[in-house]
């Protein structure tokens, strides 16, 4: 509206000026015969101001309206702008799906149970857990379990047990409902996947087999004492994994733990652990029947501190959902043991996620 009248008045304007200089054309100069009238230099200074006045106000009026203008292009360029942001956020988007996908399709053409611990990628592994030991304790665990990719060769693996709930009750000379609840120790482990230990064979050198170095960090963040042992613990980790017939692998990962700070009333730790599993699948993907696995695992443990040798057993049958969505479930077995705080049962469920 504002533009259309300053548009108005600027024609005015033109208008008006056009009428002032052919009146002083008129009044100036008039031709009678071979006679002259001739205009006196006040009248002529007089009509010079008010030209001068009248190109003052045209410019200010001018200078006015152009930065209307301006404004009326801003307000109309403001939502192209505004369109042009949410396209780039939209594109960034989908770019940005598209390379999850792509990576996560790369997974799972690589590890597609989410088991390998040559392949490092992203992964969300939630569990739970419920075990009964030799002495009657019964422990549950609700677990946030993953890895994390730093380069196709070196990943971490960490451990936070959010919930962790211990009942006491049925071990000798303990009050029957004394229980524990809260928040259990954090486990770090890293994994190097060094190429100078790489090598092939099999038919046409199809079969590969990997040499595994890490470390393990056991920190000592549990909210009650019974449920944590009071020590920050290390180990080194050598780890042997090599292909199999059928698609499957087997995988030997070796542990010694021992403790780089305690409290005094913590025992001294001095232990090995192995955690050997086999992965066989047991169906192609692709059908509601399709992408079963199955994978049994044995973990020898000795305590150098105790001189005490026991083992444990269990079988993992899992699902593939859809790639990179995996559910299984675990229960397993105590063999050989000779400690009451050895295990005698467990169960565990959980699922798999790539992202």
């Known amino acids: 509206m504002e533009s259309g009248i300053l548009r108005l008045v ?16 008129s009044v100036g100069l008039v031709a009678a015969g071979e006679e002259m009238v001739t205009i006196s230099s006040a009248e002529l200074k007089q009509l010079k101001a008010e030209i001068e006045a009248l190109q ?14 301006e404004k009326e292009a801003d307000i109309q360029q403001e939502p192209k702008q ?10 960034f988007e989908e770019v940005k799906k598209a390379a999850r996908n792509e990576r996560v399709a790369t997974a799972v053409k690589q590890d597609a149970t989410g088991t390998d611990p040559r392949v490092f990628s992203n992964k969300w592994m939630p569990y739970y857990r ?4 030799e002495n009657g304790l019964t422990q549950q665990d609700l677990t946030a379990f993953g890895t994390f990719r730093f380069s196709d060769r070196l990943g971490m693996f960490y451990e936070f047990p959010l919930a962790q709930y211990r009942d006491f009750s049925d071990e000798p000379e303990v009050p029957a409902g004394t229980d524990a609840i809260g ?18 064979y099999g038919k046409e050198g199809k079969k590969s087999a990997s040499v595994l170095l890490g470390t393990d960090f056991l920190l000592p963040t549990a909210t009650d004492d019974a449920l944590a042992g009071d020590a920050l613990l ?28 305690k409290e005094d009333s913590a025992p001294k730790t001095s232990r090995y652990v192995g955690k050997w599993f086999y992965m066989q699948p047991l169906t192609k993907p692709g059908p509601w029947w ?12 000795y305590d150098f501190e105790t001189n005490d040798f026991s083992a444990w057993i269990g079988v993992e049958f899992g699902k593939m959902l859809a790639p990179g969505r995996i559910a299984y479930i675990k229960p397993g077995w105590g063999i050989d043991n000779s400690e009451l705080t050895d295990r ?12």
Not at 56 to 69: G, R, Y
Not at 236 to 249: E, S
């Open 290 to 301: 399709g992408g079963l696995f199955l994978l049994p695992e044995f973990q020898p443990i």
């Open 344 to 355: 005698q049962s467990t169960i565990e469920v959980g699922f798999r996620w790539f992202f």
């Open 234 to 261: 290390f180990a080194p980790i050598a780890a042997f994994v090599f292909d199999m017939p059928l698609h499957g692998f087997i995988a030997m990962l070796n542990l010694y733990y021992f403790d780089i700070y």
């Open 56 to 69: 003052e106000k045209f410019k200010k009026l001018s200078e006015k309206q152009l930065v209307v203008d």
């Open 130 to 133: 419920y075990t009964e030991l």
């Open 10 to 25: 600027n024609r005015m304007v033109l208008f008006v000026l056009t009428l002032v200089v052919i009146h002083s054309l």
């Open 183 to 200: 928040m259990g120790d954090i486990d770090l482990k890293f994994l190097w996947r060094p190429e100078a230990l790489e090598f092939s």
């Open 82 to 91: 505004q369109e042009m942001s949410q396209l780039d956020v939209e594109k």
